[in-house]
């Protein structure tokens, strides 16, 4: 794939945000962003670099009335090595493949993917933050541009990349949260699209997002769709339990949940840090009684944004289960302790899942 690279001025470039503390979660951008350009005639063309901008969008396109959108999220984390690192972006690629069908949108090059990601990185480098639990979040994300009003798919479509600079995502940081389990409220259920990344997921959250701030929980924990009994996802997470201080249970994958890359590496660490894992359909009568008789240990988030985020209660039919008396669990330390050595290139990597920044393989054309 050859890139056309359009320059940005030192004039037009953003001041960087030197204090980490103050990033956020994606409050600031950087000053480029990939985009390509997909019609059923020709495919994908006209791969470009250019300066971080609005959109023109027709008010009858397509995605603004049908949501006919996907996205990703990963991150870029620099070591005190000065390497620049992603962790299992080949998983992002595939992911977002996958999203595309349910969508009913094309498919883009894995190879395509991961090179948009690493030329983009490699301009922007000077965004990517030194300071260990910052990173640079990566948003590759396509959505239909066809100008019309009846209920299909699109024909045409743009596929973009924006970065972030980002700190903690939450902000307590790395400290137990709150969550409010939602018994009556629906994010997703089998056949729909609870196992796509794709922004009507997130919209369906939001009502009982609110509600949970308001109750003074950080997130929602869902029930499933059908019974509103067994345990599903967080909203920007999915969820572990961990049994007798040595057993991790995570609800298998049914179609409703997204397929986490950091659940997956969890998973995988698991047998390596001397747990047992298990997948496997859990309600929330078996949860609420594992935390009453002190089964339940800890319980933790897995994802890109939060990386592990320990739980600290469970607000459930207005009772407040507390776990662990709040405190971050020694499992959940140690997942995060080795997640975030791997990214950052302090520890060993035994599963070749850390792919340093190179110059891109293909040849960046500079206009």
């Given at each position: 794939?050859?890139?056309?690279?359009?320059?940005?001025?030192?004039?037009?470039?953003?001041?960087?945000?030197?204090?980490?503390?103050?990033?956020?979660?994606?409050?600031?951008?950087?000053?480029?962003?990939?985009?390509?350009?997909?019609?059923?005639?020709?495919?994908?063309?006209?791969?470009?670099?250019?300066?971080?901008?609005?959109?023109?969008?027709?008010?009858?396109?397509?995605?603004?009335?049908?949501?006919?959108?996907?996205?990703?999220?990963?991150?870029?984390?620099?070591?005190?090595?000065?390497?620049?690192?992603?962790?299992?972006?080949?998983?992002?690629?595939?992911?977002?493949?996958?999203?595309?069908?349910?969508?009913?949108?094309?498919?883009?090059?894995?190879?395509?993917?991961?090179?948009?990601?690493?030329?983009?990185?490699?301009?922007?480098?000077?965004?990517?933050?030194?300071?260990?639990?910052?990173?640079?979040?990566?948003?590759?994300?396509?959505?239909?541009?066809?100008?019309?009003?009846?209920?299909?798919?699109?024909?045409?479509?743009?596929?973009?990349?924006?970065?972030?600079?980002?700190?903690?995502?939450?902000?307590?940081?790395?400290?137990?949260?709150?969550?409010?389990?939602?018994?009556?409220?629906?994010?997703?259920?089998?056949?729909?699209?609870?196992?796509?990344?794709?922004?009507?997921?997130?919209?369906?959250?939001?009502?009982?997002?609110?509600?949970?701030?308001?109750?003074?929980?950080?997130?929602?924990?869902?029930?499933?769709?059908?019974?509103?009994?067994?345990?599903?996802?967080?909203?920007?997470?999915?969820?572990?339990?961990?049994?007798?201080?040595?057993?991790?249970?995570?609800?298998?994958?049914?179609?409703?949940?997204?397929?986490?890359?950091?659940?997956?590496?969890?998973?995988?660490?698991?047998?390596?840090?001397?747990?047992?894992?298990?997948?496997?359909?859990?309600?929330?009568?078996?949860?609420?009684?594992?935390?009453?008789?002190?089964?339940?240990?800890?319980?933790?988030?897995?994802?890109?944004?939060?990386?592990?985020?320990?739980?600290?209660?469970?607000?459930?039919?207005?009772?407040?289960?507390?776990?662990?008396?709040?405190?971050?669990?020694?499992?959940?330390?140690?997942?995060?302790?080795?997640?975030?050595?791997?990214?950052?290139?302090?520890?060993?990597?035994?599963?070749?899942?850390?792919?340093?920044?190179q110059e891109p393989q293909e040849k960046v054309l500079s206009l």
């Open positions: 794939m050859k890139i056309a690279v359009h320059p940005v001025s030192e004039s037009e470039l953003k001041p960087l945000i030197t204090d980490t503390s103050k990033l956020g979660f994606c409050r600031f951008f950087t000053d480029r962003m990939f985009t390509m350009d997909y019609n059923e005639e020709e495919g994908w063309t006209n791969p470009q670099i250019g300066p971080f901008r609005p959109f023109e969008v027709d008010p009858s396109s397509l995605v603004l009335h049908y949501a006919q959108e996907i996205f990703e999220g990963l991150k870029a984390f620099k070591g005190k090595d000065g390497v620049i690192r992603f962790f299992r972006p080949e998983m992002n690629a595939k992911r977002f493949n996958r999203s595309a069908d349910r969508l009913c949108m094309p498919h883009f090059l894995e190879n395509d993917f991961l090179e948009s990601i690493y030329a983009l990185v490699n301009l922007e480098k000077r965004w990517v933050p030194d300071s260990k639990g910052a990173a640079l979040y990566i948003r590759p994300f396509m959505f239909a541009t066809d100008k019309a009003l009846g209920v299909r798919a699109s024909s045409t479509y743009l596929y973009c990349v924006i970065l972030s600079p980002v700190g903690p995502y939450y902000q307590e940081g790395f400290s137990p949260v709150s969550l409010f389990v939602s018994d009556e409220l629906t994010r997703a259920a089998k056949g729909g699209l609870g196992e796509a990344k794709t922004g009507a997921n997130y919209a369906a959250s939001l009502l009982a997002g609110r509600i949970a701030r308001k109750k003074g929980c950080a997130q929602v924990l869902w029930l499933d769709g059908a019974e509103h009994r067994y345990i599903e996802e967080v909203g920007a997470m999915n969820i572990f339990f961990v049994f007798n201080g040595n057993q991790l249970v995570t609800p298998q994958l049914n179609g409703s949940i997204l397929a986490g890359v950091t659940r997956d590496s969890v998973l995988r660490l698991a047998s390596m840090l001397g747990l047992r894992a298990e997948e496997r359909k859990i309600s929330i009568d078996e949860v609420i009684g594992g935390i009453t008789t002190g089964s339940i240990t800890e319980i933790f988030g897995t994802g890109t944004a939060a990386s592990i985020s320990p739980v600290g209660s469970l607000q459930f039919k207005e009772n407040d289960y507390v776990v662990n008396n709040r405190n971050v669990g020694p499992v959940s330390q140690q997942m995060f302790d080795t997640l975030r050595g791997i990214q950052y290139g302090e520890i060993e990597d035994p599963f070749g899942w850390v792919v340093p920044l």
